[in-house]
């Protein structure tokens, strides 16, 4: 008799802002899909390849994604809804998930981790849980680390964020085997196969680095100085957001704005939309240190890291030291094409041939394990009342958490679904808060300076 169809494995991605979904999401499909992950109901047929049934959950806060932003991700889910932290571990207490992917900043992951070891302790069942980073780690390395320790798996995107992953949590004596090297999951598409016509040069924004409204400024005019020079090139600026909107970093200054006092050439030109389709028609690309680079080099489109505003740790391009692709505006309009160093980007996790199909079987192989056994350990974080009580308290109060990880009096909507009017005020408490972001807190700032 034929073997029956299979179960295909239910998976939960917990997001804070729409860049943090998207590798969340991506992360999910990787790890969950395919022949080695059963569901905890059922064993997969031999040979099977299934999809995971995923349910999204939205975290809410300032950078929770429009319907835009989610959009522009496009990564399906078979369900997706916003949650506060509370609804979410009430949710987990009662749904049989298989895998649970939290995408989170790393004091909600310690907050959820506290929160979700409490809603388990009963259960000798549980989903097992992933978390990890959205792409170039190149600060807050020992604090991100040891607040997503405790978790079933953290993924590190290469082969040195797993180095360094490892000897943080060893340097501390925190159990280091839940880290798990795999790569980004959202590289892909299509290898460059030559010049475009037009000639189209991208300039990747970010909406944190740098975050001075002179550098911002400084970057845009050499943006546009280059198209008044190559007035043969397609110069675009790809944006993250509209104003209005958050991600992952806070945008005080978007670029949008400070493009309105500017006169732009016929060949300058403000782009949104995925940017996988941006690079389909990309034949450089330029960034300060945006996880797009990595993306770039990784389908071998001419990329550079700009040396401008200098190599300095609180811009994130040291963190491409030695790969070959730093430069300078007055180098790239003097036709500089940069070659990276196939030792670095290798060590990266990008741009090895036959290698990133299989970037995610050691974690596949990990999660097929975990959920085979009878039964798991209650999740162990670093950080406790006893291991860090000036410290952790904190972490778990701003999700509405207590030392415990239980719900602390008057946690909104603790015992119950938001009805329409609560939506209605936090959508509204949401906008006031981006609008007091970006229009109101720079002219406090500039009036401080005066």
Same mark, same amino acid.
């Given at each position: 008799?034929?073997?029956?169809?299979? +179960?295909?494995?239910?998976?939960?991605?917990?997001?804070?802002?729409?860049?943090?979904?998207?590798?969340?999401?991506?992360?999910?499909?990787?790890?969950?899909?395919?022949?080695?992950? #059963?569901?905890?109901?059922?064993?997969?047929?031999?040979?099977?390849?299934?999809? #995971?049934?995923?349910?999204?959950?939205?975290?809410?806060?300032?950078?929770?994604?429009?319907?835009?932003?989610?959009? !522009?991700?496009?990564?399906?889910? $078979?369900?997706?809804?916003?949650?506060?932290?509370?609804?979410?571990?009430?949710?987990?207490?009662?749904?049989?998930?298989?895998?649970?992917?939290?995408?989170?900043?790393?004091?909600? /992951?310690?907050?959820?981790?506290?929160?979700?070891?409490?809603?388990?302790?009963?259960?000798? +069942?549980?989903?097992?849980?992933?978390?990890?980073?959205?792409?170039?780690?190149?600060?807050?390395?020992?604090?991100?680390?040891?607040?997503?320790?405790?978790?079933?798996?953290?993924?590190?995107?290469?082969?040195?964020?797993?180095?360094?992953?490892?000897?943080?949590?060893?340097?501390?004596?925190?159990?280091?085997?839940?880290?798990?090297?795999?790569?980004?999951?959202?590289?892909?598409?299509?290898?460059?196969?030559?010049?475009?016509?037009?000639?189209?040069?991208?300039?990747?924004?970010?909406?944190?680095?740098?975050?001075?409204?002179?550098?911002?400024?400084?970057?845009?005019?050499?943006? /546009?100085?280059?198209?008044?020079?190559?007035? !043969?090139?397609?110069?675009?600026? +790809?944006?993250?957001?509209?104003?209005? !909107? @958050?991600?992952? @970093?806070?945008?005080?200054?978007?670029?949008?704005?400070?493009?309105?006092?500017?006169?732009?050439?016929?060949?300058?030109?403000?782009?949104?939309?995925?940017?996988?389709?941006?690079?389909?028609?990309?034949?450089?690309?330029?960034?300060?240190?945006?996880?797009?680079?990595?993306?770039?080099?990784?389908?071998?489109?001419?990329?550079?890291?700009?040396?401008?505003?200098? /190599?300095?740790?609180?811009?994130?391009?040291?963190?491409?030291?030695?790969?070959?692709?730093?430069?300078?505006?007055?180098?790239? $309009?003097?036709?500089?094409? #940069?070659?990276?160093?196939?030792?670095?980007?290798?060590?990266?996790?990008?741009?090895?041939?036959?290698?990133?199909?299989?970037?995610?079987?050691?974690?596949?192989?990990?999660?097929?394990?975990?959920?085979?056994?009878?039964?798991?350990?209650?999740?162990?974080?670093?950080?406790?009342?006893?291991?860090?009580?000036?410290?952790?308290?904190?972490?778990?109060?701003? @999700?509405?958490?207590?030392?415990?990880?239980?719900?602390?009096?008057?946690?909104?909507?603790?015992?119950?679904?938001?009805?329409?009017?609560?939506?209605?005020?936090?959508?509204?408490?949401?906008?006031?808060?981006? @609008?007091?972001?970006?229009?109101?807190?720079?002219?406090?700032?500039?009036?401080?300076?005066?």
């Amino acid at each position: 008799m034929p073997p029956s169809p299979t +179960k295909p494995p239910r998976v939960a991605v917990l997001a804070d802002s729409d860049t943090r979904w998207k590798w969340g999401a991506l992360t999910a499909n990787r790890i969950a899909a395919g022949p080695s992950v #059963p569901s905890m109901e059922t064993a997969p047929a031999e040979g099977a390849q299934t999809a #995971p049934v995923l349910d999204g959950f939205l975290l809410r806060g300032r950078a929770t994604p429009t319907p835009r932003q989610l959009a !522009e991700v496009g990564v399906r889910a $078979d369900s997706l809804r916003e949650v506060t932290a509370v609804e979410f571990l009430r949710t987990m207490a009662r749904e049989p998930y298989d895998v649970l992917v939290l995408a989170l900043v790393g004091g909600g /992951v310690q907050a959820m981790l506290h929160g979700l070891k409490r809603v388990w302790e009963d259960r000798p +069942k549980r989903p097992v849980v992933v978390t990890g980073y959205v792409g170039v780690v190149y600060e807050k390395l020992a604090d991100g680390l040891l607040l997503r320790h405790g978790a079933d798996l953290v993924l590190a995107n290469s082969r040195q964020d797993a180095e360094r992953f490892r000897a943080v949590y060893d340097g501390v004596g925190a159990d280091y085997s839940a880290v798990t090297e795999v790569a980004l999951p959202f590289l892909g598409g299509a290898p460059y196969a030559g010049e475009h016509d037009p000639y189209t040069v991208v300039f990747a924004a970010q909406p944190s680095v740098p975050d001075s409204r002179k550098d911002r400024t400084y970057l845009l005019e050499r943006l /546009v100085r280059h198209a008044r020079l190559h007035p !043969e090139r397609e110069v675009l600026l +790809k944006l993250r957001s509209k104003p209005g !909107e @958050h991600t992952t @970093h806070i945008e005080e200054l978007p670029y949008q704005k400070l493009a309105q006092k500017l006169d732009l050439p016929p060949n300058f030109r403000l782009v949104y939309g995925n940017m996988g389709e941006v690079l389909d028609r990309t034949d450089l690309l330029v960034t300060v240190s945006s996880t797009a680079a990595l993306e770039s080099l990784h389908r071998r489109i001419p990329t550079v890291v700009l040396t401008d505003l200098g /190599v300095r740790e609180v811009l994130g391009n040291h963190h491409f030291v030695g790969s070959g692709c730093l430069a300078s505006w007055d180098q790239l $309009d003097a036709g500089h094409r #940069p070659a990276p160093d196939p030792e670095w980007v290798a060590r990266q996790g990008v741009a090895a041939d036959g290698e990133y199909a299989t970037a995610f079987d050691a974690a596949r192989a990990r999660i097929a394990e975990l959920l085979a056994s009878d039964a798991l350990p209650p999740l162990t974080p670093y950080y406790t009342p006893a291991t860090a009580p000036g410290y952790l308290p904190g972490i778990l109060a701003r @999700h509405h958490l207590g030392p415990d990880g239980t719900p602390l009096p008057g946690a909104p909507a603790h015992d119950r679904e938001p009805g329409p009017v609560r939506q209605i005020v936090r959508r509204a408490a949401r906008g006031a808060y981006r @609008h007091g972001v970006q229009r109101v807190a720079p002219v406090i700032r500039r009036m401080g300076e005066l």
